[in-house]
């Protein structure tokens, strides 16, 4: 048995690791991300990608759109959430809304505050640089309701 790689639309043999530019589409938006590398059929061009990967190309484009546009759509937020794999109860919870009003923001019926799209900004980033980041703050904002520090103290080291 070969361990040699076929393409999947050709059956070529001839396929090896290639910087690809792939494309999403986010809402209105076309992400072109040329970041990436992916088995290329030099035959065909036909390139397949892993779920791994493709994950990553829905949260970069997620990142950046989210960073580009002044005001992102519903379809931009949906898009946003889905790239994080979470259903609307659990992006509501993370950034403090109501599931109700994350719903208003997805169908266009109100705009997402500037606050909660950079929180999800900060979502999406944070999952770029940690595959556990989304598990974490989602067990983090679920468990028990922590204090909130009342005061702060400033304590000068002496030197």
Known sequence: MSDQKK????????????????????????????????????????????????????????????????????????????????RQKDLATLLGAAPETLSRWENDERPIPQAEKLALLGLIEGSLRSPEYIERALATASGPAKAVPTELEVIEEAS
């Open 7 to 86: 393409c999947f639309e050709c059956e070529s043999s001839n396929v090896q690791p290639r910087a690809v530019k792939h494309v999403e589409h986010v809402g209105s938006v076309r992400v072109v991300d040329g970041t990436g590398f992916a088995d290329v059929c030099l035959d065909c061009g036909a390139y397949s990608l892993t779920a791994e990967q493709l994950a990553g190309y829905e949260r970069r484009a997620a990142a950046l759109v989210l960073r580009e546009v002044p005001s992102p759509t519903g379809a931009m937020v949906k898009y946003a959430r889905k790239a994080l794999g979470l």
